[in-house]
């Protein structure tokens, strides 16, 4: 039997850091409850079933590998009947990591996603560019927008039926106010867009902000992008498993949504948790019922920071690493995605490098760089430079012609998506028959 009239925390709601614990605790009881219900949950509790905060911080972690344990719903803690939706994770681990919600865990879930300071109304178009399929990504955003009376447009970037030149043609006709998508998308964009004529910056006066996650976004390529389309982008922070756990201020800071989850920063080198600082993100959401995560390991590399912001929210803030905080040996040196990105994309803008790649080898950074030819002499030397007043190493960066990194035919292709059939003409390709793509 569900358990009504929770009133989920407002932004505001409190005063100081000691009410902010005062409201996680307030709902730290009732989550206790709720995980003591799930199997996996009652059986690590065993007789000892915690009921506060003390007991909260004596048990231990939840990890990935106990979600893929559990497996499918081991971890289900309301009865099947009540469950709205059920998703996995990209599953890059290679084994299924389930997830699972209830209607009322989705009130919960699309308010955080929505807690940005842009604003989504009823006046909005929204551009939902992220996966749909098991991944929680792309529903959260609609069920977010949705909510907030927006117009829905499903781009999932996943399916053949929405190829960059279709994305082009949406922005632009459809007056697209609003969009989601990873950071790399609203690059690839802006070259399907000059592809297909348009000016990214000037032809789509609908437009006023993007919403990006699910990568690790430098400071450069973040302005960049912003250059590009000119429009705030505005970052998000979530998983599958948990649905958004920050997202930005006004001020452009990153902060952890702490009136409706328990955050710490765990510490491998020791095992030890504290409130902040650098290591991997644990989490608890206090709002989940079908499928509570006590002291949830996302194994993401973050730091964590209490500091005052002028926005006044009294939240935590975020800077999320992710897998940039890990590196590749050059020469002594450790070469991270993060700072490597930072300096690509901190070339002058006329030198109009969008896309790169880069392969660490022993003792040299090969770099390549999709440049035009007038400006791939300067943009080369200029980054070459660069990586060696940062690392010390050597690097070899070869400019390469546009077109090369991501082919002009993937930014202007329509793709044949046809209906399965059995019956064909003579002069028809009947290979198509039953599997359609």
């Known amino acids: ?114 807690r940005k300071w842009v604003g989504i109304s009823a006046d909005d178009t929204f551009l939902v560019r992220t996966p749909y399929a098991l991944m929680i990504t792309g529903h959260l955003a609609q069920a977010a927008a949705r909510s907030h009376g927006a117009t829905v447009v499903p781009g999932d970037n996943r399916s053949l039926a929405m190829p960059y030149s279709r994305v082009i043609r949406v922005l632009h006709d459809l007056g697209v106010t609003l969009t989601w998508s990873m950071p790399t998308e609203t690059l690839l964009w802006a070259a399907a867009a000059r592809a297909a004529g348009y000016r990214p910056g000037t032809d789509f006066p609908a437009l006023r902000a993007l919403f990006v996650g699910g990568e690790p976004l430098s400071a450069a390529r973040r302005r960049r992008i912003s250059e590009i389309w000119g429009v705030p982008v505005v970052e ?35 095992g030890t948790l504290r409130r902040d600082g650098a290591g991997q993100l644990v989490v608890t959401p206090l709002f989940r019922e079908a499928m509570p995560l006590l002291r949830y390991n996302l194994e993401d590399n973050v730091e964590v920071s209490y500091q005052d912001c002028p926005c006044g929210w009294m939240l935590p803030t975020v800077r999320v690493l992710g897998r940039a905080a890990f590196g590749y040996p050059v020469g002594g040196a450790r070469i991270t995605q993060s700072r490597l990105e930072d300096l690509v994309f901190e070339l002058p803008v006329e030198y109009g490098v969008t896309f790169w790649r880069a392969r660490a080898e022993p003792d040299v950074l090969r770099i390549q760089i999709e440049v035009a030819e007038a400006h791939r002499a300067a943009a080369c030397a200029t980054l070459a430079g660069s990586v060696r007043a940062e690392y010390g190493v050597q690097a070899e960066v070869d400019g390469v012609p546009e077109g090369t990194l991501v082919p002009h035919r993937v930014l202007t292709a329509v793709h044949d998506v046809v209906k399965p059939r059995s019956l064909f003409g003579a002069d028809e390709d009947w290979d198509k028959s039953l599997l359609y793509y």
């Open 1 to 114: 039997m569900t358990e009504t009239a929770i009133r989920l925390p407002r932004l505001g709601d409190w005063t100081s850091p000691a009410e902010l614990t005062e409201l996680q605790d307030a709902q730290l009881a009732r989550t206790l409850r709720w995980a003591a219900r799930s199997p996996f949950y009652r059986s690590r509790f065993g007789a000892a079933e915690p009921a506060d905060r003390a007991g909260f911080t004596a048990l231990p972690l939840t990890t990935k590998q106990d979600l893929r344990d559990s497996y499918p719903f081991g971890m289900l803690a309301v009865p099947r009947e009540r469950l709205a939706t059920y998703h996995e994770s990209s599953g890059t681990a290679g084994s299924p990591t389930p997830s699972y919600y209830t209607e009322e865990d989705w009130i919960d879930l699309a308010e955080r996603y929505a």
């Open 236 to 270: 998000e922070y979530g998983s599958t498993e948990t649905g958004s756990l920050a997202g930005e201020c006004p001020h452009g800071r990153m902060h952890l949504w702490a009136d409706r989850a328990i955050f710490e920063v765990y510490h491998p080198e020791t």
